[in-house]
Structures are given as structure tokens and as C-alpha cells.
């Protein structure tokens, strides 16, 4: 009998040093290199938030106007690619094609020598540019119109939207859009960093890291969380339904789980959800508050008695998907962008990871049977 404890999920059990980002859970605190993810939600850029979690510090005007070139130069797909996604089924999820994009990606640009620290920035660069870039040709695909290419007089949030939709955002969705995507970019030990990091630790390619990490971030109880509330939230429809339809999930299901709600780690509101309210307010000042925001603030209301005493309150999903809605993203491109933002944070943890690796190898407790014999199949019942 092994005496090992197996902890279930590993909750609370530290897999790594990393100084890349901090969460103080009871006191709704979230740090990129030692800043709060609010200040750099108002006050920075994507690509500064980047630069900030790959290298350690905030970069010099330089060094952030020379990294952002890089990232508009490598933003275009070679047409193998594009042709590639262009075979995919277009009732598939994007989240399924992000992957495929990026795993055919480590074809395009093989980085099999993860010691190389130059080839290694390369990939950095090609990742975060070209993700945005697969996302936008399947969904422009998918529906039977082209792919547009990249602008590279835009910044990386401006130039997602125009491969999308083929005009500018206005200055505000501008900002909220870059706001998303600076809340999402890290968040410490999570299910895909994880994931990405147990990849790594293998010396696999950052292509494969970063796919691996994409299929972890896909499941609803981590990433495709997003998605599920906002249907969560179609679903109930109204206001005034908000507290029977709550009543009639808890009768069905005593344990039922609120999409966009509890965590881990925050036991109080995940500071990026009010950080998001925040912003969505000036998005809704040209597009109208939609109805189903005010559905999630009542939803969060009903559910503050029964939930907040086990600690269960909105995390960073509940408000997203509103939000992209407002901008007029498909829901299940939510996800995706997700990802696309995330991208910055596992790219810092591959990075991180190779300074000091040791491939993972956890411990199992065998619970199977033992010494059984072989019966051969014609002897079986
Ligand atoms: N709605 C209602 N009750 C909940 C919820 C919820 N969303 N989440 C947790 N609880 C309850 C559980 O039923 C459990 O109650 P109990 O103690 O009476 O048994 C208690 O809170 C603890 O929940 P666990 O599931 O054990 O918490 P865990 O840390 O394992 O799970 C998780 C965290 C997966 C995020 C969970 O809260 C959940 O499934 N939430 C809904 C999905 C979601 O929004 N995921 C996105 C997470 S954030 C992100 O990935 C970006």
C-alpha cells in the first residue's frame, strides 16, 4: 500500500518557483512581475503586457516599438496554412482549428533545439503574432467569406478586429478589446499553463507546448467557460427569471455549478471581472447595454447568499462573454481569444520552465488488480 497523498486536482501543491505572476485569492489581488493587473488594464498595452511577462521588466520605449514591429512583421499565414484551415470542417469549433493551426505551425517553422535562446524568441514572436491571425481566416472561412490579411499600421488588438470584421473598432472598442486581452494574458499555475509547462518539460517544441495548452484551455470548466455563460445566460433570457430559473437548477440539482462563477484560488470576485464591468461600461455607451449584462448583475445578486458563504463568486467568464458580445463576437470565438491572450502568459512559463527544468513525472497509487493470469481467448466464457 503506497503511503503517497494524493491531493485530487493538486490543490495547493506547488509544481514550480515562478515569478511570473501573483494571486492573493482572499484579497482579490492579481500582480503581472509585481503590477496590478488593473493598472495594466487601464494603462497598457497588450504588447507591453507581453514584453513585461516574457522578459521580467516593463520594456523602454525602444525596446516596446522594436518588439512591436517584430510582432506586425510575423503577423501573415503562408498559404499552406491558410489553405490548410480552409479544409477544415466549418461546423468545428475554433478553439479545435486554433489548435491545429498552431500544432501545423511547428511544420512551418521547426524549433526543435529549445536551447537555441535566439530561435527561441523567433517562436515567441510567431506565436503571439500569428495566433490572432488563425483565429480570424477560420471564422472569415468558415462562413464562406475570404481571409483578410493582417494591417500592419494597427496594433495587435485593432488588427484582430479588422481580420474579423473588415473595418476599424472605434477608439473604444479599441481599448476594451486590448483590456481583455491584458486581463487574460497570465494567471499563474492554472490547468493550461500547467499543462503547457508538463509539455515543456519534455524539451518538445513551443508549437507543441502552446497546442497542448490550447486543448487544456478548451475544456468549460477552465477557458471554455466563457462561451458556456453567455449561453448560461441566453437561457435564462430575463431579469425576472433569474431567481425561478436558479430556484429550478438547484431543485434538479443541488450541486449544480453557475457557469462563470467560483474558483480555485479566488475565494472573494475575481478582481479582473470588476476590472472588466469597469470598461464594458464605455463599450455599452455605443452599443446600448444589452440585456443579458443586466441578467449576469442580477444573476451575481441572487446567487451572492447562497454561494459567497463557500467563497463562489464571479471570475473573469462572467462578464466576458457580455462584453464580446457587445463588440459583436461570435460566442464561440470567446474562448479562442482567450487563448490568444494566454498565449503571452504560457510563452513567459515556457520560457520559465527551460531556465530550470526537470520533465514531470508525477507518482500514481496503483489501485488494479495484480498477478492475474493470461486465458486465452478461445478459453474465455
Ligand atoms: N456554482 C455553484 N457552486 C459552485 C460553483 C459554481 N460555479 N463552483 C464551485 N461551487 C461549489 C461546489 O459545488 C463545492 O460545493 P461543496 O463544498 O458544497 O461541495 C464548492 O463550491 C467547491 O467547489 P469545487 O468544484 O470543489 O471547486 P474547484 O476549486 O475544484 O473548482 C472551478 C473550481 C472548476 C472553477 C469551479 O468553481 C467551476 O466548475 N466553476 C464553473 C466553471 C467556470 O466558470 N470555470 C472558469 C474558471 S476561471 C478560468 O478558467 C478562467
Excluded at 3 to 11: A, D, F, K, S, Y
Excluded at 173 to 182: G, M
Aim: charged share 25%; proline share 7%.
Amino acid at each position: 500500500m503506497s503511503q503517497l497523498e494524493i491531493r485530487p486536482g493538486l490543490e495547493d501543491v506547488p509544481v514550480a518557483k515562478s515569478a511570473i505572476s501573483f494571486i492573493d485569492g482572499k484579497n482579490a489581488r492579481l500582480e503581472y512581475r509585481g503590477i496590478a493587473v488593473e493598472t495594466l488594464a487601464l494603462e497598457s498595452s497588450f504588447e507591453e503586457v507581453s514584453w513585461l511577462l516574457l522578459k521580467g521588466d516593463l520594456p523602454t520605449q525602444r525596446e516596446l516599438a522594436e518588439f512591436d514591429g517584430q510582432l506586425r512583421q510575423h503577423r501573415r499565414l503562408k498559404y499552406k496554412l491558410r489553405d490548410l484551415i480552409k479544409t477544415l470542417p466549418e461546423t468545428g469549433h475554433p478553439m479545435d482549428a486554433l489548435q491545429a493551426g498552431v500544432a501545423a505551425l511547428g511544420m512551418f517553422y521547426p524549433a526543435r533545439d529549445v536551447r537555441n535562446e535566439q530561435s527561441n524568441w523567433l517562436s515567441v514572436i510567431r506565436i503571439l503574432a500569428k495566433m490572432p491571425t488563425i483565429v480570424a481566416a477560420f471564422h472569415r472561412l468558415r462562413v464562406g467569406d475570404d481571409a483578410i490579411p493582417p494591417r500592419d499600421d494597427l496594433d495587435h488588438a485593432a488588427n484582430f478586429y479588422w481580420m474579423l470584421f473588415e473595418r476599424e473598432p472605434t477608439p473604444a472598442v479599441r481599448k476594451v478589446l486590448d483590456a481583455c486581452l491584458i486581463l487574460h494574458a497570465e494567471h499563474s499555475m492554472n490547468a493550461s499553463t500547467f499543462s503547457g509547462r508538463v509539455t515543456a518539460s519534455t524539451l518538445s517544441s513551443p508549437f507543441s507546448v502552446i497546442s497542448a495548452a490550447i486543448g487544456t484551455l478548451t475544456g468549460p470548466l477552465h477557458g471554455g467557460a466563457n462561451q458556456e455563460t453567455l449561453e448560461m445566460l441566453e437561457e435564462i433570457g430575463t431579469v425576472a427569471n433569474v431567481k425561478p430559473w436558479l430556484e429550478q437548477k438547484r431543485a434538479a440539482d443541488p450541486k449544480f455549478k453557475i457557469m462563470g462563477m467560483g474558483h480555485r484560488v479566488y475565494k472573494v470576485k475575481d478582481p479582473r471581472a470588476t476590472v472588466l464591468q469597469q470598461l464594458a461600461e464605455k463599450v455599452f455607451v455605443e452599443s446600448g447595454r444589452p440585456a443579458l449584462y443586466d441578467v449576469a448583475v442580477e444573476l451575481e445578486k441572487v446567487a451572492e447568499p447562497i454561494y459567497g458563504p463557500k467563497g463562489v463568486y464571479p471570475n473573469v467568464d462572467f462578464y466576458s462573454g457580455t462584453v464580446y458580445r457587445a463588440l459583436g463576437l461570435p460566442s464561440d470565438l470567446f474562448t479562442p481569444i482567450f487563448a490568444i491572450a494566454r498565449s503571452a502568459g504560457w510563452l513567459a512559463h515556457w520560457l520559465e520552465q527551460l531556465q530550470n527544468n526537470r520533465i514531470f513525472r508525477p507518482e500514481q497509487e496503483y489501485v488494479g488488480k495484480r498477478n492475474q493470469p493470461y486465458i486465452p481467448l478461445a478459453k474465455r466464457p
